[in-house]
């Protein structure tokens, strides 16, 4: 077969390409279900578009102050359309993940408030964001506390203690859709939103906020349809379809993606000042590519699974279970196994893929930590990387692909390094 050919002089090893395409024959019924919810999505986006007459003047590019920008303001109305919110903050002023979140909880919540998460532990930067390590400038600092309900052992939801958790101070409740790099499981938009009812018959005045970061197009809802007030998210993972390249967004209740505006910007300015500096285009020609962008690097992300469960690895998500994010753990077991598979993720890559990657001292970390990315913006992870801390069970997450084959030469450029170094055998 020609294709075998092609990754055999791309330095695929013959029996690792086999390997490949066995694992694949069982995964077909599997990867027509993700086309399907893909395709769902592009009419979604593309109806957005249509609806809000989105044209060429959308990509000029403002300066300065950036009033009356059409193209800036008119993605806020096709993103809060997409998301089926009546309003959208979305802008490249918005530098990542965490400062979204951290836009949309220090604009809603006043001293004397209270933020409750009933998932457990929110992801590590947000720590720092809430004050529950201390920080300068958390939301602590400013006089707003913080509670947390961790999920029962088996990931099922704590409704007791979550009950008894909501006061006359709660404010906002949090909840993270994706597990990020912790080990519970994933949320699936259906659970979120039989989590919010409950919460929201205790306390309806409640704002519940959803940190949305990897799950955007995963299913064929949003948080945002379930009764999340606002949806959090970055746009150098799976809104931004790998070419915006900065940014983050933040749809829901008008009156609350309001204040967000006067957070990021200043009181009285609010969403009618920040220039697009011409960075428009990537934003609508990202998000019209996001669910096709999300679909590849959802169907790597299974192969992977399903790859290294025949290797004898323990995954996370397992190669059968339904998917509610684009991250795959596996647990790799020994050092030079992660080494191995990370330099194969590397190799792979369209940047910087004669680097290899060694496990370095990172700030915040107990363990040193080894990171494959080659991406064309920097530390995007909707591009295909792979991370993970050197310590048990020696796991690495990873992530992304702009495209399913790019996911796939990825994955098997690891396994054949790993076999190339004798840690498996075929
Ligand atoms: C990535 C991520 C964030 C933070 O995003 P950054 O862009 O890295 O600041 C927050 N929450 C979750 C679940 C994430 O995956």
């Given at each position: 077969?020609?294709?075998?050919?092609?990754?055999?002089?791309?330095?695929?090893?013959g029996k690792?390409?086999?390997?490949?395409e066995?694992?694949?024959?069982?995964?077909?019924?599997?990867?027509?279900?993700?086309?399907?919810?893909?395709?769902?999505?592009?009419?979604?986006?593309?109806?957005?578009?249509?609806?809000?007459?989105?044209d060429?003047?959308?990509?000029?590019?403002?300066?300065g102050?950036?009033?009356?920008?059409?193209?800036?303001?008119k993605?806020?109305?096709?993103?809060?359309?997409v998301?089926?919110t009546?309003?959208?903050l979305?802008?490249?002023?918005?530098?990542?993940?965490?400062?979204?979140?951290t836009?949309?909880?220090s604009?809603?919540?006043?001293?004397g408030?209270?933020?409750?998460?009933?998932?457990g532990?929110?992801?590590?930067?947000?720590?720092?964001?809430?004050g529950?390590?201390p920080?300068?400038?958390?939301?602590?600092?400013?006089?707003?506390?913080?509670?947390?309900?961790?999920?029962?052992p088996?990931?099922?939801?704590d409704y007791k203690?979550?009950e008894?958790?909501?006061?006359?101070?709660?404010?906002?409740?949090?909840?993270q859709r994706s597990?990020g790099?912790q080990?519970r499981?994933?949320?699936s938009?259906?659970?979120?939103?039989?989590?919010?009812?409950?919460i929201?018959?205790?306390?309806p005045?409640?704002?519940?906020?959803?940190d949305?970061?990897?799950?955007?197009?995963?299913?064929e809802?949003?948080?945002?349809?379930?009764?999340?007030?606002?949806?959090?998210?970055?746009?150098?993972?799976?809104?931004g379809?790998g070419?915006?390249?900065?940014g983050?967004?933040?749809?829901?209740?008008?009156?609350l993606?309001?204040?967000?505006g006067?957070r990021?910007?200043?009181?009285?300015?609010?969403?009618?000042?920040?220039?697009?500096?011409?960075?428009m285009?990537?934003?609508?020609?990202?998000?019209?590519?996001?669910?096709t962008?999300?679909?590849g690097?959802?169907?790597?992300?299974?192969?992977?699974a399903n790859?290294f469960?025949?290797?004898?690895?323990k995954?996370v998500p397992?190669g059968?279970?339904?998917?509610?994010?684009?991250?795959?753990?596996?647990?790799?077991?020994?050092?030079?196994?992660?080494?191995?598979?990370?330099?194969g993720?590397?190799?792979?890559?369209p940047?910087d893929?004669?680097?290899?990657p060694i496990?370095?001292?990172?700030p915040?970390?107990?363990?040193?930590?080894?990171?494959a990315?080659g991406?064309?913006?920097?530390g995007?992870?909707?591009?295909?990387?792979?991370?993970?801390?050197?310590?048990?069970?020696?796991?690495v997450?990873?992530?992304?692909?702009?495209t399913?084959?790019?996911?796939?030469?990825?994955?098997l450029?690891?396994i054949n390094e790993m076999?190339?170094?004798g840690?498996?055998?075929?």
């Amino acid at each position: 077969m020609e294709t075998k050919y092609s990754y055999i002089n791309a330095g695929i090893d013959g029996k690792v390409f086999d390997f490949g395409e066995e694992i694949l024959k069982d995964l077909k019924t599997g990867f027509e279900k993700i086309d399907e919810i893909a395709e769902i999505n592009q009419i979604k986006v593309l109806a957005a578009m249509r609806n809000n007459r989105v044209d060429a003047a959308c990509f000029a590019a403002t300066t300065g102050y950036g009033y009356n920008d059409l193209g800036r303001d008119k993605i806020e109305k096709v993103y809060a359309e997409v998301f089926r919110t009546e309003a959208a903050l979305v802008r490249p002023q918005i530098v990542c993940g965490t400062h979204a979140l951290t836009v949309a909880l220090s604009a809603n919540l006043l001293p004397g408030d209270e933020l409750l998460s009933p998932v457990g532990k929110p992801y590590d930067t947000l720590e720092e964001v809430i004050g529950i390590r201390p920080s300068k400038c958390s939301l602590k600092e400013y006089g707003v506390s913080y509670r947390q309900v961790d999920l029962l052992p088996n990931g099922d939801f704590d409704y007791k203690n979550i009950e008894k958790a909501i006061n006359e101070k709660t404010k906002m409740i949090t909840i993270q859709r994706s597990k990020g790099y912790q080990t519970r499981p994933t949320l699936s938009v259906k659970r979120i939103g039989e989590l919010i009812a409950f919460i929201k018959k205790i306390k309806p005045s409640v704002i519940v906020m959803v940190d949305n970061c990897y799950g955007e197009f995963v299913e064929e809802k949003e948080p945002s349809e379930v009764g999340a007030d606002m949806v959090v998210g970055s746009l150098i993972k799976n809104p931004g379809g790998g070419l915006a390249p900065i940014g983050g967004y933040i749809c829901g209740k008008k009156e609350l993606v309001d204040r967000c505006g006067y957070r990021l910007s200043a009181p009285g300015l609010g969403q009618e000042v920040g220039a697009s500096l011409g960075v428009m285009q990537s934003f609508y020609q990202g998000l019209f590519l996001a669910p096709t962008v999300v679909a590849g690097a959802l169907k790597g992300a299974i192969f992977a699974a399903n790859a290294f469960e025949k290797l004898g690895y323990k995954c996370v998500p397992n190669g059968n279970e339904e998917r509610y994010d684009i991250i795959q753990a596996v647990e790799l077991k020994s050092e030079e196994a992660m080494l191995a598979f990370c330099k194969g993720i590397q190799s792979a890559a369209p940047v910087d893929s004669y680097v290899t990657p060694i496990p370095w001292d990172m700030p915040g970390y107990d363990s040193q930590v080894i990171m494959a990315a080659g991406a064309f913006v920097q530390g995007s992870s909707i591009e295909l990387s792979a991370d993970g801390p050197i310590k048990e069970p020696y796991a690495v997450f990873f992530q992304g692909g702009l495209t399913y084959y790019h996911a796939k030469i990825g994955i098997l450029s690891a396994i054949n390094e790993m076999y190339k170094n004798g840690l498996i055998s075929l």
